[in-house]
Structures are given as C-alpha cells and as structure tokens.
C-alpha cells in the first residue's frame, strides 16, 4: 500500500537500500494519511492518568500524533509518576502531565555480516534492528496558589493532564479532552445520531429557544407583587390596631422578630431574640465547613465551590471563521466590574430551634428578613427601600420543627458585590441559556496573537439584550502566554457558573493586547448579537458579525451524590447547628444535609432530630446529599464562603426591653406573654417591672393567671402590677428557667398594658 512501492525484477540483486524502502514507504504514506484526512496537529489517544496513591499518578499506554507522525508508548503497568518533590507547601498547585515524541534506534540484536566475498566469511555483530518513535512522558509544575493555573508549556509539549495538587497528596486528575484524537468511527456515530435527530424533532426545536425565551419572560411577569404586599401590609396593621382597647391609655407590645425593643446594654439581659426570645448559648464552637477528604474523587472543587464529579460537554458550538477582528481597536479605557456574588442559605436545627407563631410576621411587610437572619462573620446588610419588595418575594423562608431554612432563590444577587477596574478594549457577545447549565468552560478562536497583553474574560447577565458590566457572575484572566492560535482554540476554565434556563448572557473580552479574534457573518448566531464598548458602560451592537465560540458546560456522572463532611464538635455536646454557605440550589435539585446515628444509620437534619441529639453528643458525622439530574445538580462552598456554628443552650435567661414611657403615671400595669412548647413540669417563666428614675425599683407581680391556647404547647401567661407608687416609665425583665438544655421553650409575643380602670 502507499504512494510509492518498491519493484523488485527477477534475477535482479536487491540492495539492502530496497529492502529499507519498504518499511520507509509504507510510513511516509501512513504519515500523510494521518496528516491529510485525520488531524495535521499534535493529538493524543489512551494515556489514561489514574491517581495510584497519595501523591503518585501512573499514566497507561498510548499514542502522540505529531504532524501524521504516530509515536506510542507501551510500558507494561504504565508510567509511574511520583509527585511527592512538587507538593505545595501550604495551597494548590496544578501540574500537567505532557508527552512528546522522538525517533531513535532500537532493538539491537545479533546479526551475522559478510567481510569477505571471495572466502565468504562472516561475522557476527549487535545492530540496531528497528527504528522506534518513541512517546516521551513527563511533569511540567505549575506555580503554587489559592486558586492554581496549570503552568506554561513549551511548543514542543503537548498537555495530556491536569494533577491538582494540595499538601495532602493529589485532589484530582483531568485529562486535557481538548487535546484527545477524535476517532473517525466515533465522528460517524455522532452524525448519524445528530442527523436522526434532526429528522425527529429539528423542526419542531428550531423555534423551541424563542418560545423559552418568550415563555420566561412572561411567568417571570404575571406575579403583581405590589398587590400581595401591600394585603399583608394592611392585614398586619389591622390585626396590630385590633388589639389596642379603648379603655386602656397606653398600650405596648414586641413579637422578638428583631431587638429593637430589647435593652441589649443592660447588665442582666442574657437572652438570644431570634423570633421569639431564647436561651442564650452557653457554649459556641465557629468553624468553616469542609471536605472531610480534601482529595474526594466524588466532587469536583474549584475555588471553594463544590459540585459533583462531571465531564464537560458542548452545549453551545458555533464554528468557523469569515473573517478576523481586532480586539485592540476599539477605544481603551477603565471598565469598572460589578461582580454579584452566589446567594446564601441558613440552616439552624436543633431542640431549641422550635417553631415560633411570630415568623409569619416575616411577610407582613413590616420587616427585613436579609437584615435579621442571613449574617456571617460581622456582616451586616441593609436593602434599600426600592428594592425591598423583590427582597421580600425572592426571599424563602420554611420553618419546621427544629429545623429552619433562610434562603434566597436568585442564584446571584447584588446585596454583597465586588468592584474591579480592567484596564483595555471591550467586546462581547450575547447568547440565549436554552437550557440550565453549569459552565465550566469556554473556546475562544482567536487568530493572531500578541506576545503580550493578557485577556479577561467575564460572564454577565444582559438588560434588553445588552450586556451589563455591573452584573458579572464569573471572571478569569488568561495570561497572553496561555493563549492559542486559531484552529487551536483557546480554551478559558471559569468558576463553575450556573446559567438559568431561558435567560439570555453575555461573555465580555477585555484587553490591552494586539490580539485578533475570528468572526462569522450572516446572523450565525440567531440568538446573540456582538457589541463593543466605547466608555466602559455603553455597548453599541454590530448585526452583521458575530463571535463563534464553544461554551463547555458539566455533564454530571449520578443524580444522587453523597458527600462526606468534617464532623459537627461541641465540648460537652452539641444541642443546636448553625450552617451558613454559599450555594446554588437550581429549580427541580435538592440539597439536605444528614448526620449519624449512634447505630451509623444516616439522617436528615430537615427530619425531627429529637433522637439525633439526645444525650449532647459531643460529636456528629456530617455529610450532604445532592440530587438532581446529570445535566443539573446543586452546589455549595466550604472553606472562607461557609460558617457553622454549633451550640449548647444554657438553663436560663433574662430578657430586659428597652423604656416604656408612658402618657401618665399609672400604677396597674398588665402584662401578657405567649409561651410556646412550654411544659410546666420542667419550666418556669416570671415577668418583672424595673421602674424608678433609674429603673432600679423592682416590682413582682400581685396576680398571676394562665390561660390555654388552641395549641397544647402554648399559654398565654398574664402577669398584674399594682406598683407602690404611680409609674411613668417602666423596663420589663422577663426570667426564664429550664431543668433540660435540650427541653426549652421561647416567648413568642409580649403586650403591655396600663390603665386607670
């Protein structure tokens, strides 16, 4: 087979240069058939990189096609590679495994050569009996940090993998799929299933992107949300102006949703007003959450985000190239980046965390749920006015016994927001998300590079189909040494970005570099249009050019994944968790956490954890259960993105409101208390007046009555005054005891009345 072949004639004394030829051919003409109808560039197949120990990969055989040319390696059990001498000392490191090919003699053996025709004698010697192209396999470290980048590689190389490296050992293995060769078979299947498809049902998904996007936003608009707030702000003032009697001259009362009217200064309040007042902590352990195996091969972590292992897939492909545009032409300027952060849960479980009758006040519009409930670590957030009602729709809350959940449904929000100023040219291109998605991923064309000048890549949401720069949700500068030359495409690693379906996204190129990036006309893209920017907010759009790109999303491997945690601890036990993180809960996915039993069974948190905590233990097993499907899954962060508290109630409290002054003096004084999951049996509760100019008069009750409620665990506990003298102000100190840390109970609501009759 081949261009040439060697012809041999009878009769005719063949040349130990004809009998070379023969292989030579063959080779030459394999080469050209690799280079011309199968891929002229450097390629890989096998090579599969297993992590074997803690910090030791072994790489399996394989080929490199360089140029048509087909080296191969075939080490019996593969190539060994210990990674011990390049583990970072304290964060990450990324090191890439690559391979490249040389040409070399080998085989030698024992051959026998004539030395003398007239007395035909020979003589034996060791040659050389084969020429071998060898696949050569090595490490290339990359440079330590909190957030890794995989090194850069010489020309010459070709990136089989990435080994994310920790301290521990290896994180991970991820073999470089761009680099694979597609095999010819494998393209066919694809085809014909695409062309099978397409006969099915491309008519009818042609218009399926602008009946979604049509659809989106219409759901997205029948919500009149200023008609069902302004119902619960007139229900709750008339449910508050109900109870305020005609005889009565002055009238008080506090629901504990937050502690403004609580005397937090004063020396005996010890008491915890959280929708309701409750035990304070007697002991408090803060730490992060985190993997309980930093090297988990179930998860896929970058950054502090965590999802479930996956492989990337192509979900939008736009190829070609009519033209080129330079980046740099456009005017440079300072583009000011509103970065939006993932939106944040709180869960809180435990025995004390019952049920309070006043969280319905939530939705009265009275309150700020963001302000009182989602904190971390000193942080403190106020929605302005404006946008209060969209906090107050978007935000969810669910209150179950001893189980409570804060969580915001916008995937990302604005309330927390990071600025950065990007020196250079701007470009961008919008796309429709037909479909949720996590990205992971992003090919750029570009088709001449600049020796300098790195390039920021940045994921926004659009307003009317323009980009805005005040909404990023995922950036990444690549360095100009990293960037590839059109038909190699640049591929750009985001922070997994999750992509809401029907909703259209922009990715923006900033840069300062001559860089020069391919182009497709024609309204290629249906769904998308280029803009450029000329002061760092405006974007003009361009409807003859368009920006192909291939944007990689995850294709996750299960729809139920549990993921081990490091253990709740509390010295002397735990009565009640705290867990406060970043996350990303799409719609149709679930997220719970479950702790161990004693027995090693697993359970929910969301369940009844009476039995999960009887006895205080000191320590939980912890994990988390995600389920969805394998094109969408939840995620959440660990580490600095994370907070858990856990903690033991203490026996008692002592709650001191703030002055109430009052039109009058007045000496009968009532005040009623509804207590909720209260047991007579094991608790006590006892209202006092502090009066005087100083408040350091202390008045008991003279009458104090029970009456039940529909709710057996309720009572509404009515303490009067008769004070020793007319009183014009007075602070009310409510006591409580409990015999059992795990057994409490709370005050859910408190009035205060004082009258002349």
Not at 235 to 240: G, N, P, T, Y
Not at 350 to 371: I, L, R
Request: contains cysteine; negative net charge.
């Amino acid at each position: 087979m081949g261009e040439r072949i060697v012809k041999i004639h009878a009769n005719q004394q063949v040349s130990d240069q004809d009998l070379n030829n023969i292989g030579l051919f063959a080779r030459e003409s394999l080469d050209h058939v690799v280079r011309d109808g199968i891929d002229n560039g450097r390629r890989y197949t096998g090579f599969q990189a297993l992590q074997t120990s803690a910090a030791q990969v072994t790489v399996g055989g394989g080929r490199l096609y360089e140029n048509g040319k087909v080296f191969f390696r075939d080490d019996v059990g593969g190539v060994i590679l210990d990674l011990i001498t390049v583990l970072p000392a304290v964060t990450r490191k990324v090191v890439t495994i690559v391979a490249w090919g040389t040409e070399s003699d080998a085989g030698v053996e024992a051959r026998t050569f004539l030395v003398d025709v007239d007395t035909e004698t020979t003589e034996g010697q060791m040659v050389a009996t084969q020429v071998r192209r060898f696949a050569n396999v090595d490490t290339v470290p990359g440079v330590e940090s909190s957030d890794p980048k995989p090194p850069a590689i010489d020309a010459n190389l070709l990136a089989i993998a990435d080994v994310i490296l920790t301290p521990a050992g290896v994180e991970s293995v991820i073999m470089r799929e761009d680099n694979k060769l597609a095999s010819v078979q494998g393209n066919s299947e694809q085809l014909r299933g695409l062309q099978t498809w397409r006969g099915q049902a491309g008519s009818r998904l042609d218009v399926l992107d602008t009946n979604l996007a049509g659809l989106s936003a219409q759901v997205r608009g029948l919500a009149s949300t200023g008609l069902v707030l302004e119902v619960a702000r007139d229900v709750a003032r008339l449910k508050e102006l109900a109870e305020l009697p005609a005889t009565f001259n002055s009238y008080e009362a506090d629901r504990f949703l937050t502690p403004a009217k609580t005397d937090t200064a004063h020396p005996d309040n010890l008491a915890t007003v959280r929708e309701g007042i409750r035990f304070a902590p007697a002991a408090v352990r803060v730490s992060q959450l985190a993997l309980a195996n930093a090297i988990d091969p179930t998860v896929i972590k970058r950054g502090d985000f965590v999802l479930p292992k996956f492989v990337e897939v192509d979900r939008i492909k736009m190829d070609g190239r009519d033209a080129e545009m330079s980046l740099s032409q456009y005017q440079y300027q300072t583009t000011q980046i509103v970065q939006r952060t993932r939106t944040r849960e709180v869960v809180q479980f435990g025995s004390e965390m019952h049920q309070c009758t006043n969280s319905a006040w939530w939705q009265s519009g009275q309150y700020d749920p963001t302000s009182a409930t989602l904190s971390r670590a000193g942080e403190t957030w106020i929605v302005a006015p404006e946008h209060r009602a969209d906090a107050l729709v978007d935000h969810r809350i669910i209150r179950l016994q001893q189980y409570w959940v804060d969580y915001y449904e916008e995937p990302y929000w604005e309330h927390i927001t990071v600025t950065e100023g990007v020196n250079g040219s701007l470009v961008a291109q919008t796309f429709l998300a037909s479909e949720a998605a996590w990205v992971s991923a992003i090919s750029l064309p570009l088709t001449r590079v600049a020796q300098t000048g790195d390039v920021t890549v940045v994921i926004l949401e659009t307003e009317g189909g323009k980009p805005r720069i005040d909404a990023a949700i995922a950036k990444v500068t690549v360095p100009a040494a990293d960037l590839k030359t059109w038909p190699t495409l640049t591929k750009v690693a985001l922070p997994l970005t999750y992509l809401e379906k029907g909703r259209r996204y922009a990715f923006a190129l900033i840069t300062a570099g001559n860089h020069h990036i391919a182009t497709v006309s024609g309204n290629k893209n249906v769904n998308g249009s280029l803009f450029y920017s000329t002061d760092g907010a405006w974007f003009q759009g361009d409807v003859a050019r368009d920006i192909p790109f291939t944007l990689h999303v995850a294709q996750f491997e299960a729809a139920r994944v549990e993921i081990a945690l490091q253990p709740l601890q509390l010295e002397n036990g735990i009565a009640s968790v705290w867990i406060n993180s970043d996350v990303a809960t799409p719609p149709g996915t679930e997220r719970f956490y479950e702790v161990q039993l004693a027995d090693g069974s697993w359970r929910p948190l969301k369940s009844y954890p009476d039995t999960l905590i009887n006895g205080l233990p000191p320590i939980l097993a912890l994990r988390v259960v995600l389920l969805g499907t394998t094109d969408v899954m939840p995620g959440f962060s660990v580490g600095a993105s994370s907070e858990v508290r856990t903690t033991r109630p203490r026996t008692d409290f002592k709650h001191v409101s703030k002055a109430h002054v009052l039109p009058g003096p007045c000496s009968r004084i009532e005040v009623t208390a509804r207590l909720e999951n209260y047991d007579e049996a094991r608790h006590d509760c006892i209202a006092e007046l502090l009066c005087g100019a100083t408040f350091a008069t202390l008045e008991t009750a003279d009458v104090v009555t029970d009456q039940p409620t529909p709710d057996p665990k309720a009572i509404l506990r009515t303490w009067r005054f008769n004070t020793a003298a007319p009183v014009s102000q007075f602070k009310i100190r409510t006591r409580g005891l409990t015999d059992n840390p795990l057994i409490t109970f709370h005050v859910a609501e408190r009035y205060a009345l004082a009258h002349t009759s």
